[in-house]
């Protein structure tokens, strides 16, 4: 999928099935490099996918959304992607905490 400005493309290490990373075409190391137009086509193509993935597999009913930004954050490729990663009841035993979880000790509320 893609549209002027950005492109989607499965994650060749996914999370969970139908995991999807959405990268604008031009470099732009972090998300916070993105032009508004830039952020809006990322979007676009999030959106879109996330109807697409819902059709394609019923059993999804969640997703995380994000992105890693600098070093400190855990990013290693430093070309912008935003993470759609869809998510099934009972993948793992707990999840809340959701993105919190990035800090085990603060996931928990």
């Known amino acids: 999928m893609r549209n002027s400005l950005a492109f989607a493309v499965r994650d060749t290490t996914p999370v969970t099935a139908l995991h ?3 990268l604008p075409y031009r ?6 490099d993105l032009t508004e137009a ?3 086509a990322v979007n676009d193509l ?3 996918l996330r109807s ?10 969640g997703f995380n959304v994000g ?3 600098g070093a400190v954050s855990g990013q290693t490729i430093f070309h912008c ?5 869809p998510r099934r009841k ?13 800090i085990p000790d603060k996931m928990r509320y």
């Open 27 to 32: 470099h732009a190391p972090t998300y916070f």
């Open 67 to 69: 992105a890693n930004v």
């Open 90 to 102: 009972g993948d793992v035993q707990n999840p809340v905490g959701g993105v919190r979880a990035v």
């Open 20 to 22: 999807t990373l959405v």
């Open 46 to 48: 999030i959106w879109r």
């Open 52 to 61: 697409d993935i819902e059709k394609d597999d019923a059993s999804v009913k």
């Open 81 to 85: 992607h935003v993470h759609l990663i």
């Open 38 to 40: 830039e952020l809006a």
